[in-house]
Each structure stands twice: as structure tokens, then as C-alpha cells.
């Protein structure tokens, strides 16, 4: 009989959460809208772009802190939109002077605009750097174990390989590297991008992920509130069942009933 998998803290970077569920705060149709579905996703941590978003650094314009408080949430600066390592190194620098020496960000180089794939040789040259210059470093990557476990080695506190391309909903399309990169895995893992609804969560979850980062799922959606509530129910679904073990597939039936004492 297989071991009981015990259920263990999320912690990054020495915080432990209570939510496994990261969001961020794109592509809703107004601040109002951000502020109800993160509420609603019960997130800790949001994820905030920082060549996108005003957090500060445009006076007289609405600033996202007003309706995400730094006070309520951890935010996650990220470097979405950067596609060569120095860029990623300089929004990561203004993203601290930004929010008072924060040092915990999410590392993302991207390779073109068509497919905003990771740029898997710039992001190890920026996480390289933030690193070394004490940054707390989450990094989106690829699916593929071998940069995954040179991220985790140069020292970044989670690796965040892609279930599919950002803003697809496509779901996870390769569970079998995912599974790689958990086995081997010293660091947390979180699954980012590509989510689409609420299975898909759900699966990443039971796969053994830490977590899971989303926006264009709950972003996107007809009604962007309740499906925060749905991928909210959805991770807690998905840990309990990882931590409960799954039966074992089976080619044939199975009688559920017992077989033995039957009245003749």
C-alpha cells in the first residue's frame, strides 16, 4: 500500500500562505472588476506588471495599490513585456524602488510577441543577476526539466514552467514534463499560464504543483467574479485530492460491492 502523503506549508522566500492561488490583475475591464475578483479568488499573492501597470511611477493617474492594497496582499511585481535579460534586470530594480525595497518578483523574458514563449537563455542571464543582488526570484520558464532545475540551482525561490502559452486556456498540454520537473524539484513548483478553467487548475494540482498563477482564465471569462470563485474551489479540490491518492486505473471492470457472502 502506497504512503500517505502528508500535507506540507506553502512557503516562498520564508512566508508561508494559506492560498495556493496567485492571480493577477490584467485584462479586467476596470479597477472596480480587479478589486471583486481577487477578492473573490482568495489570493495572498497578485501579480502585478510593471511596464503595464501604474503602481507609483505615473502621478496623476488611477494607481492599481488603491484597489490592491500592499497592506492586504504580497505583490508580485513581474516582468511582462521584457524580452532581453537587461530589461528584465532594470523593471526588476524599479519595481523595488517602487515598493520600498521589496524584494520578491517574478522573473519573465519572453522570445517573440506570437507565441510570448520564454526566452530560456535570457531569463538564466537575468536570474543570474537578481540573484546575486538579492532578489527573491520566481521565474517563469519553460516545461522542460533540465532549465528548470538550473533555475532552481542558480538560486530563483520557484520555478513557474508554462502549462501551455499564455492567454490560450489550451489547459495543461504536457502533464508528462510537469511530472519531471515535480520529481526532481527543490523548490516550490507553480504552474503559470495556459490555465483555462477550473479542471485545469484542478489538475495541476493533483499532479503535485504548489501552485497555481493565473489572469487571463479569470480575466477572460463571461463572468470574471464567479469563476475567481471557481478556481479558488478548484485548487483547494485539486491539493486534497493529490494529498488523498487517486485509485489505480484499471483496464476492466471492478465490482464496487464485495463479492464475498453473497446470499445464494
Not at 19 to 41: F, H, N, P, Q
Amino acid at each position: 500500500m502506497s504512503q500517505v502523503r502528508t500535507d506540507k506549508p506553502f512557503t516562498l522566500a520564508g512566508r508561508t500562505y494559506q492560498s495556493r492561488l496567485l492571480v493577477g490583475t490584467g485584462k479586467y475591464k476596470d479597477l472596480d472588476e480587479t478589486r471583486a475578483a481577487i477578492e473573490a479568488s482568495g489570493a495572498e499573492i497578485v501579480t502585478v506588471a510593471v511596464r503595464r501597470t501604474n503602481i507609483g511611477q505615473t502621478s496623476g493617474e488611477p494607481n492599481l495599490l488603491d484597489v490592491i492594497s500592499p497592506d492586504r496582499y504580497t505583490i508580485l511585481p513581474n516582468t511582462a513585456g521584457c524580452y532581453t535579460a537587461e530589461d528584465a534586470v532594470r523593471t526588476c530594480r524599479l519595481a523595488r524602488e517602487l515598493l520600498d525595497g521589496h524584494k520578491l518578483v517574478k522573473l519573465e523574458v519572453l522570445a517573440d510577441q506570437k507565441t510570448l514563449f520564454p526566452n530560456v537563455v535570457e531569463t538564466l542571464k537575468a536570474a543570474e543577476v537578481l540573484v546575486k543582488e538579492g532578489f527573491d526570484v520566481m521565474v517563469y520558464t519553460s516545461d522542460d526539466p533540465v532549465i528548470a532545475r538550473r533555475l532552481a540551482e542558480i538560486g530563483c525561490v520557484a520555478v513557474m514552467p508554462l502549462a501551455g502559452l499564455i492567454g490560450t486556456g489550451l489547459g495543461i498540454c504536457n502533464p508528462y514534463n510537469l511530472r519531471i520537473i515535480l520529481e526532481e524539484a527543490t523548490v516550490p513548483v507553480l504552474v503559470d499560464a495556459g490555465v483555462g478553467t477550473a479542471s485545469d487548475a484542478t489538475i495541476a494540482m493533483e499532479l503535485g504543483c504548489d501552485a497555481v498563477l493565473m489572469n487571463s482564465a479569470i480575466a477572460h471569462a463571461q463572468d470574471p467574479v464567479l469563476m475567481a470563485r471557481a478556481m479558488k474551489h478548484a485548487i483547494e479540490a485539486g491539493r486534497l485530492a493529490y494529498l488523498a491518492g487517486r485509485m489505480p486505473k484499471k483496464l476492466y471492470a471492478s465490482a464496487s460491492s464485495p463479492l464475498e457472502g453473497l446470499i445464494r
